[in-house]
């Protein structure tokens, strides 16, 4: 907001995404701009407007400028990576403190329970692995940049995932005390699920990497075939 000039021209900002399930507790708003002048010092980015058939034109699944593909995906990858975390955390935490009276000590000793919190843990950190790979390659390899696109989208893929598995199976540890407010496992859970729905999709992303081990399995048989039809005919 502070960007703009106000006294020309009308900013609006209106609320959207309240009643959404991952978004209850947020102030989200879609700003509106009408007949605002900036100044040129404070142009962060210039980009032009596409006309009517830029916009209509079919973009290609994969690559440069598909939606999802870019480094920004990174960062979504981590919020929710980050949502999986807390989803662990919290389950170990209630975990240690509930002591049913049945049972006479925390159910952290359960080895269901310390089964359940072992596969929380092993996805989050699978995934985390993936992420923070793929984030040294862009930081440290620029000339790896344009074809790090299947590693972006697998990160993107396997933390979203790894949330919703996580906050999933922490419902499970938590009973029915886990869909209560006072238990962060089911705010955790609803959190997650927003990440199935950022770009790039489940579908998009493992039909990319689809393509791209096909691809490799074509140049490996071509590289190796001449090699292993002249090594038939030598032994016949």
């Known amino acids: 907001m502070r960007g703009v000039e106000r ?26 701009y009408d007949d605002v002048f900036v100044r040129d010092a404070w142009v962060v980015d210039r980009r032009p407007i596409p006309g009517p058939a830029e916009r209509s034109a079919a973009k290609p699944p994969g690559g440069k400028g598909a939606p999802g593909l870019g480094p920004w995906s990174l960062t979504i990858a981590a919020v929710y990576l980050g949502v999986g975390a807390a989803a662990c955390q919290a389950a170990a935490a209630y975990a240690n403190a509930r002591v049913p009276s049945a049972l006479g000590k925390p159910i952290a000793e ?20 993936q992420l923070f790979e793929t984030a040294r390659l862009w930081r440290e390899h620029p000339e790896l940049r344009g074809e790090l696109a299947p590693q972006i989208a697998a990160a993107k893929y396997l933390c979203t995932n790894a949330a919703c598995t996580a906050s999933e199976i922490g419902l499970r540890v938590g009973g029915g005390f886990s869909l ?52 038939g005919e030598r032994a016949a």
């Open 7 to 32: 006294r020309a021209g009308r900013v609006s900002g209106v609320v959207t995404g309240r009643g959404a399930l991952s978004l209850r507790t947020c102030a989200n708003y879609d700003v509106g």
């Open 110 to 129: 359960a080895p269901h329970i310390q089964q359940w919190i072992g596969q929380m843990e092993i996805v989050v950190d699978a995934a985390r692995a």
């Open 180 to 231: 209560t407010a006072d238990v962060a496992l089911e705010r955790h859970f609803r959190d997650a699920r927003a990440g199935l729905f950022q770009p790039p999709q489940d579908d998009l992303t493992l039909a990319l990497l689809g393509r791209n081990a096909l691809v490799a399995a074509r140049a490996h048989q071509a590289r190796t075939s001449p090699g292993e039809a002249a090594a």
